[in-house]
């Protein structure tokens, strides 16, 4: 198994999956990181819905007023997912979140293959964390949850979980 990829973590303005107003992004090669990659991001319309500010991520149309777009975006992060390993927490919202921004950005979507460290521990994030003894430092800060997805994926990796 490679221990090459690239872990990331979206997070959202609303229950849209092109509402993207973070990412974070972990490039793991040969299992060391190599380079990360986090921004704020403004979805479209920067509209957010209240729940998402208040009980998740705490961001909100202040934070992102002034940030670059999707579109805008992804030539900055791009190199990490073309072509590349990735890793997700909950992979199918992450690839959607993905596939649908750039779909709705007029952008070409790449081609990459997946992993989901939720199926291969069964449960959410903080409680894996919590039980395997793995460091989530912000949950729902989408660099954050990278991170501790990338520390699941080798961890998984050395326990023989991924072939």
């Known amino acids: 198994m490679t221990t090459t990829f690239t872990a990331i973590d979206f997070e959202t303005a609303t229950g849209y999956r ?15 990181l190599v380079e990360r990659y986090q921004s704020l991001i403004r979805p479209p319309g920067n509209t957010y819905w209240k729940k998402f500010t208040d009980e998740i991520h705490g961001i909100g149309p202040d934070d992102t007023e002034g940030s670059l777009s999707f579109a805008e975006s992804w030539a900055f992060w791009k190199h990490l997912i073309v072509k590349q390993t990735i890793v997700a927490h909950n992979l199918p919202f992450d690839r959607s979140c993905l596939v649908t921004s750039l779909e ?13 460290t939720y199926r291969i521990w069964g449960m959410g994030l903080d409680e894996c964390c919590t039980r395997l003894g793995v460091s989530l430092l912000n949950h729902h800060d989408a660099f954050a949850d990278a991170q501790a997805c990338a520390d699941l994926f080798l961890l998984a990796i050395a326990q023989g979980r991924v072939s």
């Not at 092109?18 to 060391?32: A, D, H, M, T, W």
């Not at 709705?104 to 989901?116: I, N, T």
């Open 18 to 32: 092109n509402s993207v107003c973070q990412v974070g992004l972990v490039r793991v090669e040969k299992g060391i």
């Open 104 to 116: 709705c950005g007029g952008l070409e979507v790449p081609e990459f293959q997946g992993f989901c």
